[in-house]
Every structure is written in C-alpha cells, then in structure tokens.
C-alpha cells in the first residue's frame, strides 16, 4: 500500500544517495565523511538497488578495486584528497592498490551482493561472477588473521563500526597512548563535541594507528604487537551472516562451497563463545585479559541475522526496547555508561536496525520485526536522514542527510517498501 505522504520522503533519500554519490562510490556524509567507507557504501549498494541497479553494483565494485594482496578490504578508501579529514592516507599508510587505511570493517558487502543477485540474476551474473572470489578471499582474510575461539576479533575500535562503544572501555584502558604527538582533529568542527568521541578515545585512536602504519600493516607482526585485540559480535555475526550468503552466491554460481560451509561451522561455535552468562547476553570479550565488556548493545541482538536463536536473547531485546521511545539504543539505557547523545554509546542507529529487524523477520518474530521497522521510519519521517538518534527523544545527531540511513530507509524502512 502506498502511504501519500511518505512519497516526498522516498524522494528525499533518493536524492541523498544522488547527492552523495561522488562517481563510482557514495561518501557517507559530506564534510563529516568525505571518502568512501567500507560497510557504509555496502549499505549504499542497498539502497541504489531499489532505484539503479547498475549503480549499485557500481559501488561494490569500486569498493573491491581498494582490496589489498592479502585479501583485506580496508574500512576507508581515500579516493581523491581532502584536507578536512582526518586522519587522511598520509596517517595510515596503507598497502594496497587505492589509497586507504589499514583495517577493514564488518563485511555485510556479501549479504547484499547476494540480495542484489538474487533482485535480477541475469543483470547481477557477469557482476557476481568477478566478485565471488574477491569476496572468498576476504572472508578467508578474517578467518586466518582474526579468531578467537572461533570469534572474530578487532585490532582498532574504529575496525567493528561502533567507535567509541563501551564495549571497547576495558582494552582501552589498557593502553597508554605515550608518544602519540600533536594533531588536529577534523570532525568536532563538523559535529558538535558532545555527541563525538572524547580526546581521551582519539589519543588511543591514533596510537594504534600509527603502530599498524609501523608495522606496514603486515598482520603477522599486528598479532604478536598490537595490545588491543577484542572479539566482537559485530563482526561474528556479520561474518557468519556473510558467509551464509556467499555460500548461497557460490552454490548458484556453480562453484564448491565447502570451505564456506567449513567456515561457517567454525563460525557458529564463535559465536556461542560470545555467550556472557552471568550477563544473560551476547558480548565482546577482551582476548588479553579474558574478560568480558558486559555490554548489552545492539550488536548484540545481531544474532538472528547471524541465524542463531535465543530465547534469552528476545527476553533481552524486549527488556531495552521497553526503555527508549526509539529502540534499537547502541548501549542498554540502564547502565551508567548510557550516554544518548553520544555516538555509539547510546543512540539508535538505523542501519543496525535493519539488520536486526532482518534478522527477527527471519527467524520467525514478525510482530517485532514490524514494530521496529515502524518505529525506524517514524523516526526517520519525524527526525531526518540523520547519521543516528537520541533513543530517548529521535533527536537528530551527528552528520545530517546520511547516506545508509537514506539507503535502509529506500530498502527496509519506507511504508511504500512491499517487504522487509
Ligand atoms: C563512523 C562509524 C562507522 C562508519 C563511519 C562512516 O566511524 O562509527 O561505523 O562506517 O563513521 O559513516
């Protein structure tokens, strides 16, 4: 059914992802944001599908362009120059063939590849065909460099998408940014301080950074160095789920898929190592230290978008959704670490919605799949096409006219969208 006055918001974010588009790829914001970012433009891919599906495709492919001869696809691709971010190439030194920084981020490109795929097969084969073993040797990059217990690990906050998460507090702590010099950041004079990252945070950002850049990103040397290393359940979940669908790409291209489904294998007993039973809730766990962050954030309710149920898991979800006017919260409201504003501390963020919203429609909890979807567009139709949201009030925060929060909002969100 088609709501009239949600026509002007599908023209909206159309014109979002138009007016972000830089050629070939999407910038997340402009100003903020003005490079291309790994999970955002795979987001972007998305949304591009609803409207241009040769523009979608466009934008994976100029993602995979940055892959590295490791198999890593970095988190940013710095394209063309911009002195009003930072830090920019000269910080990172990455390896590869495109300018970029040294990590990767969660690699949700496979499940949307094989959306986009199964969208039109005809028009998607030839695409498919080139990107499936670049896909492969990405995932197969996470599976030889970053499991623990089966888990996937992060080398830098910045690597899981959820910067400034309290997830991260503990290993923090644990490092001491010494030497770490002098810098301008770039992003509090785009976004009010208060709802960015602290010093405290960036001093640790770039330490890890410039250590990563020392050690020419060679991954043996990160593992024996780096003293920040945490599994994580963005980036479990979002590789077991990508795995699953490679395997689904892999098997209708004709190709053998048993490495994949070995690697799934391995990936499902991962995520029950993220299983924090004291905390009833799946989180990250500091490998150094052993311990957990006992957090309960929305990265955690990724687990039926990973195709794992758990009934503890929906008595959860419906403990935090209670709390806020605009779930999903990134942290749960009732801790003292909730902070609304700030980041990935607290506010709700479309994109994570969406997934967790596919993941409940799968597994078979339509009632709340439905809600939240109602309650992402209220919030987006109420509040703009913001980056994220305080869960309290929807206030706006962060970059404005956002690229992925157009994107869910044409493929997931919008009341004209026939399914989710
Ligand atoms: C922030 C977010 C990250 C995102 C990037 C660009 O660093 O934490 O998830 O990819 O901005 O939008």
Redesign the pocket.
Known sequence: MTAPDSISLDDQAIDILRGNDRGGYTV?TAGL?PYQ?N??SAFAAWGFAQIDMPRAWQEVETLFAGQWADGMVPHILFHKPDPDYFPGPGVWGGVGPVASSGIS?PPVAATFIWLMYEMNPDAGLAHARNLFPKILAWHQWFMDWRLDQGAVCITHP?EA???NTPDWDGAMAGIDPVGVGEYKRRDTSHVDPSMRPTKYDYDRYLWLVQMGNRLKWDQAALLKEIPFRVADPTMTFVLLRAQRDLSLLGQALGEDVSVIERHIETLETGAQSLWNSDLGCFDARDVQSGKWSNCVSNASFLNWYSGIDSPDMLAQYDRVTALCSYPVPSHDPSSDRFDPKRY?RGPTWGMMNALIGIGLAERGFADRAEALGTATADLIADHGFAEYFDPMTGEPAGGGTFTWTAAIWLAWASPNKETT
Do not use: E, K
Request: net charge negative; glycine share 10%.
């Open positions: 997340p944001y970012w999970w955002d981020q910045w998408g959820r910067d990935w």
